[in-house]
């Protein structure tokens, strides 16, 4: 029995089965001091905004804080809804993950948000999640590529 391709295993497979565990929550009257904080000390680059209940409003990402609060010191203490991205795109936990690849490449993303049917969270989907994935269905060819095939040293280093 053959091993599916990387390409089947990115369409088969859908965004459910990634560990989508890694984000942060903060609601949307939280500060943007707070929320940065939040974000520090989860080792998360981005935080999910909630609304009422766990209804997704926006999100904060690294990027929104330099272009839009590290030049504009006054809003660190203003309510992240000031400042975040509203209605992000979010994909369904049944997408394909090869979907959520696209809609990461298309968009410059780093996370999309896995939204259900009734519009809780899910979870975040990264690449790194993607990458975790693909090494867990295919760790022979992941572990055993160099960095870069084609590159060689061109002398020998060392006495």
């Not at 088969?12 to 890694?22: C, H, M, Y």
């Not at 997408?95 to 996370?111: K, S, V």
């Amino acid at each position: 029995m053959s091993t599916p391709s990387v390409e089947y295993q990115l369409l088969a497979e859908t965004v459910s089965r990634l560990d989508l565990a890694d984000y942060c929550l903060v609601t949307a009257d939280t500060s943007v001091r707070d929320a940065v904080e939040r974000m520090r000390v989860t080792r998360q680059n981005c935080a999910f905004i909630i609304g009422r209940g766990t209804q997704l409003v926006g999100i904060l990402t690294d990027r929104d804080v330099l272009n839009r609060v590290a030049t504009a010191p006054d809003t660190w203490d203003a309510p992240v809804a000031t400042v975040m991205t509203p209605a992000p795109q979010t994909l369904p936990p049944d997408a394909e993950t090869a979907a959520a690849l696209r809609l990461m490449e298309q968009g410059g993303y780093r996370n999309v948000p896995v939204v259900n049917a009734h519009g809780t969270i899910a979870g975040n989907v990264t690449h790194f999640a993607i990458l975790k994935f693909l090494t867990a269905h295919f760790p022979k060819a992941v572990y055993n590529l160099p960095p870069d095939p084609t590159n060689y040293p061109q002398d020998r280093d060392g006495g």
